[in-house]
């Protein structure tokens, strides 16, 4: 049962564009959710987070939108620049499972110059 | 600085031999864990060390030995591995305690292969 999804594996977005990459959770107990970006044959690089009681997170061109309602969770990227080409991987936990991290399956994001 | 380092970036061992994955961070950081990743997968966890004791081990064969020597190095000993062990190995740490923050923070990585 996959509790975080990411139901679009991939997206491509010209330069200079919003890319706007989304995920799903079905677990109301998860209270932390952060988005990684990962290169091949790398680590993946932590980008951003929010906490629950937020529903909004910016840091330069990345901001993360929390609509707790809907389960939904979403990473803008503004502008977006061929280096952001990467796969974007959605995350949560919660107090209650060790803090553990919950991934999802990864959006693989295709910036075009 | 939040930088997590691994030795060595690449593997290649026999399904006889034994080696060691090394970790080393100096954030500060009093948690620490090891992963396991295949192609276009997220990574998948194996193990976590919460101030330099096991707090968890996800049903991992025996074959995968962890030790966490003190705050800021873990280990991880191979011993009898099987070619689908081949992936990518990370490891990651993170702050623990009354900490209202909660992200982990991955090295680079051991690329392993078993032949």
């Known amino acids: 049962d996959q509790q975080v999804k990411q139901n679009s594996p991939s997206l491509s977005v010209q330069e200079g564009r919003i890319s706007i990459l989304n995920c799903d959770y079905t677990?109301?107990?998860?209270?932390?959710f952060l988005w990684y970006k990962k290169y091949p044959a790398e680590g993946p690089t932590f980008l951003i987070s929010?906490?629950?009681i937020k529903d909004k997170n910016e840091d330069g061109r990345f901001t993360v939108f929390l609509n707790k309602s809907a389960k939904h969770l979403s990473l803008h990227i503004v502008p977006s620049q061929p280096g952001d080409s990467a796969v974007y991987f959605c995350?949560?936990?919660?107090?209650?499972?060790?803090?553990?991290?919950?991934w999802g399956l990864g959006t693989s994001l295709a910036v075009n110059p | 600085d939040t930088e997590v380092t691994q030795t060595p970036k690449h593997l290649v061992m026999g399904m006889t031999n034994k080696k060691s994955l090394k970790c080393e961070q100096h954030m500060g950081h009093r948690a620490m864990y090891w992963y396991k990743q295949k192609a276009k997968k997220p990574p998948e966890l194996m193990f976590v060390y919460s101030y330099e004791k096991l707090s968890i081990n996800e049903s991992v064969p025996s074959r995968f030995s962890p030790e966490c020597p003190n705050s800021s190095l873990l280990n991880l000993h191979l011993h009898a591995l099987q070619p689908e062990d081949s992936a990518l190995y990370l490891c990651a740490s993170s702050q623990q305690g009354h900490s209202s923050s909660y992200e982990q923070y991955f090295g680079p990585g051991t690329r392993l292969t078993v032949t």
């Open positions: 677990n109301s107990m998860f209270d932390y």
């Open positions: 995350a949560a936990s919660n107090a209650g499972n060790n803090r553990k991290l919950i």
């Open positions: 929010i906490s629950s």
